[in-house]
């Protein structure tokens, strides 16, 4: 069964960075695209960005675009997000997903999913 | 934020038929895929549909999707207790080249 585990959330003031993770296990972590989607307190889910089984592709919701990096690194089947520049409108938990494509392309979906880190910006 | 509308709630006694549905539009569900998954609180969710009425294996067939136009449907057959819980819809949408989700629905028994 597909396990994906993250980490590294935490309280951070606005304008500061925070890097959380996700370890995969259980399956060719190389082989599919990753995401992460993230979820305010009382609000729905929002995609945040997504990068392909290689690495060589990443995608990003305007809202985060400019200031979060997501990374993985195959050897060690980790997936990362780098978020930079944290406003308190980035409260939320962060849970990394996995896609059933290498690409990031329509007609993908995330079928496995992890059960979250809490950032939280607060001054 | 999600862009996709579901309803808030749906209710159900034992046994009864429960649909939810989710509104969207041209650039998501009018020409994507619709997923369907259910969370628990404190769990990670689930994928219970998959390219509008796909069942991944181990799910009941008591659960069934379909979508016509912009909108797409879950539908709950035999609703049981253990279906209790929040269930929410995605599409990709071309706009954004990755995912929308829906507002969610909490479905109580």
């Known amino acids: 069964e597909v396990q994906l585990v993250e980490s590294g959330g935490g309280m951070v003031q606005p304008g500061g960075s925070l890097r959380v993770t996700c370890a995969a296990s259980?399956?060719?972590?190389?082989?599919?695209?990753m995401s992460w989607v993230r979820q305010a307190p009382g609000k729905g889910l929002e995609w945040v960005s997504s990068?392909?089984?290689?690495?060589?592709?990443?995608y990003y919701a305007d809202s985060v675009k400019g200031r979060f990096t997501i990374s993985r690194d195959n050897s060690k089947n980790t997936l990362y997000l780098q978020m930079n520049s944290l406003t308190v409108e980035d409260t939320a938990i962060y849970s990394c997903?996995?896609?059933?494509?290498?690409?990031?392309?329509?007609?993908?979906?995330?079928?496995?999913w992890g059960q979250g880190t809490l950032v939280a910006v607060s001054s | 934020q999600s862009v996709l509308t579901q309803p808030p709630s749906a209710s159900g006694t034992p046994g009864q038929r429960v649909t939810i549905s989710c509104s969207g539009s041209?650039?998501?569900?009018?020409?994507?895929?619709v997923s369907w998954y259910q969370q628990f609180p404190g769990a990670a969710p689930k994928l219970l549909m998959f390219?509008?009425?796909q069942r991944p294996s181990g799910v009941p067939d008591r659960f069934s999707g379909s979508k016509s136009g912009t909108s797409a449907s879950l539908a709950i057959s035999g609703l049981r207790s253990e279906d209790e819980a929040e269930y929410f819809c995605?599409?990709?949408?071309?706009?954004?080249?990755?995912?929308?989700f829906g507002t969610g629905t909490t479905v109580s028994v």
């Open positions: 997903a996995k896609a059933v494509f290498r690409g990031w392309y329509g007609g993908n979906f995330l079928d496995s």
């Open positions: 259980e399956f060719t972590f190389s082989n599919f695209a």
């Open positions: 990068i392909s089984g290689t690495g060589d592709y990443t």
């Open positions: 041209n650039t998501n569900i009018g020409y994507y895929y």
């Open positions: 390219r509008n009425n």
């Open positions: 995605a599409a990709w949408d071309s706009s954004l080249t990755g995912f929308v």
